[in-house]
T-cell receptor, first 116, second 115 residues
Framework: AQSVTQPDIHITVSEGASLELRCNYSYGATPYLFWYVQSPGQGLQLLLKYFSGDTLVQGIKGFEAEFKRSQSSFNLRKPSVHWSDAAEYFCAVGGTKYQAGTALIFGKGTTLSVSS | NAGVTQTPKFRVLKTGQSMTLLCAQDMNHEYMYWYRQDPGMGLRLIHYSVGEGTTAKGEVPDGYNVSRLKKQNFLLGLESAAPSQTSVYFC??????????????FGPGTRLTVT
């Protein structure tokens, strides 16, 4: 079954430090992979996506993610975290479970706190 | 462009009451979705629609009904609300197409409490 695992429920990072959020997926074919961010009380905003090609993808707000097929991973990184990055982050895979493969399957999320 | 809008933003219901959540999008998207978000559970798909007049069940459809009478609107109904339906509900929409259908645009959410 298609699934997404985010092993870390909560991470705290010092402002200015680097960040890596982990995401592992289970999917039989070449996956479509996404990272979304949700600020408190807000909807979800797409950070970046991977469909094919270059395995290192750049997103908004200085984020990047690397697709590693051998590890079934799509980890999100940022070289220097800002206090405004504190939010909840969701990894998602484009599933084919439903008609025409339209739905996203989400991980349970990682909450990022930024300390000063 | 307003994008995806949801009405209402907040609502408190008593057990057994009914209500309808409205989602509207002005991007001419073919596909629309309703998700619920619960703490520690991520987002789970309730129902979705691949076009006007069509709807289908997602992962957690029980207790909900939907309708897509107009392309731009997707309604989520709770006929008899239960405390287990206390959640934050998100609507999303996307274009059709091999990859574009996965680029989903989300509304701001509706926070529903059932007492």
């Amino acid at each position: 079954a298609q699934s997404v695992t985010q092993p870390d429920i909560h991470i705290t990072v010092s402002e200015g430090a680097s960040l890596e959020l982990r995401c592992n997926y289970s999917y039989g074919a070449t996956p479509y992979l996404f990272w979304y961010v949700q600020s408190p009380g807000q909807g979800l905003q797409l950070l970046l996506k991977y469909f094919s090609g270059d395995t290192l993808v750049q997103g908004i707000k200085g984020f990047e993610a690397e697709f590693k097929r051998s590890q079934s991973s799509f980890n999100l990184r940022k070289p220097s975290v800002h206090w405004s990055d504190a939010a909840e982050y969701f990894c998602a895979v484009g599933g084919t479970k439903y008609q025409a493969g339209t739905a996203l399957i989400f991980g349970k999320g990682t909450t990022l706190s930024v300390s000063s | 462009n307003a994008g995806v809008t949801q009405t209402p933003k907040f609502r408190v219901l008593k057990t057994g009451q009914s209500m309808t959540l409205l989602c509207a999008q002005d991007m001419n998207h073919e596909y629309m979705y309703w998700y619920r978000q619960d703490p520690g559970m991520g987002l789970r798909l309730i129902h979705y629609s691949v076009g006007e007049g069509t709807t289908a069940k997602g992962e957690v459809p029980d207790g909900y009904n939907v309708s897509r009478l107009k392309k731009q609107n997707f309604l989520l109904g709770l006929e008899s609300a239960a405390p287990s339906q206390t959640s934050v509900y998100f609507c999303a929409s996307s274009y059709q197409g091999q990859t574009r259908r996965y680029e989903q645009y989300f509304g701001p959410g509706t926070r529903l409490t059932v007492t």
